[in-house]
Nanobody, 120 residues
Framework: VQLQASGGGLVQPGGSLRLSCAASGRMFSINAMNWYRQAPEKPRELVAG???????NYADSVKGRFTISRDNAKNTVYLQMNSLKPEDTADYYCSADVTLREGYPDIHYWGQGTLVTVSS
């Protein structure tokens, strides 16, 4: 299973970006999908998560500005980021809890980071 993240870049404060993360490979199902971020010299933090049924959760710092969604047919999770601030600058990582075979426990996979830089 591979997770391929994309959509990062340089944006001015107040701007928007949309991150995507597509899962590929043989799998039975994908359960929770999440976005994390890690700024320089800071620990990785959970930004947003979404269950297979569409229940979402957000870090307080991004509530009202970021929206997580997923397309189960495409095995893809998105992160719409609006009203971006300089403090949102970080490497953003997607993750997924994947069931490879029915009845087996989930395995947690990580995608590679995609850099988001918010600067004027």
């Amino acid at each position: 299973v591979q997770l391929q993240a994309s959509g990062g870049g340089l944006v001015q404060p107040g701007g928007s970006l949309r991150l995507s993360c597509a899962a590929s490979g043989r799998m039975f199902s994908i359960n929770a999908m999440n976005w994390y971020r890690q700024a320089p010299e800071k620990p990785r933090e959970l930004v947003a998560g979404i269950t297979s049924g569409g229940t979402t959760n957000y870090a307080d710092s991004v509530k009202g500005r970021f929206t997580i969604s997923r397309d189960n047919a495409k095995n893809t999770v998105y992160l719409q980021m609006n009203s971006l601030k300089p403090e949102d600058t970080a490497d953003y990582y997607c993750s997924a809890d994947v069931t490879l075979r029915e009845g087996y426990p989930d395995i947690h996979y990580w995608g590679q980071g995609t850099l988001v830089t918010v600067s004027s």
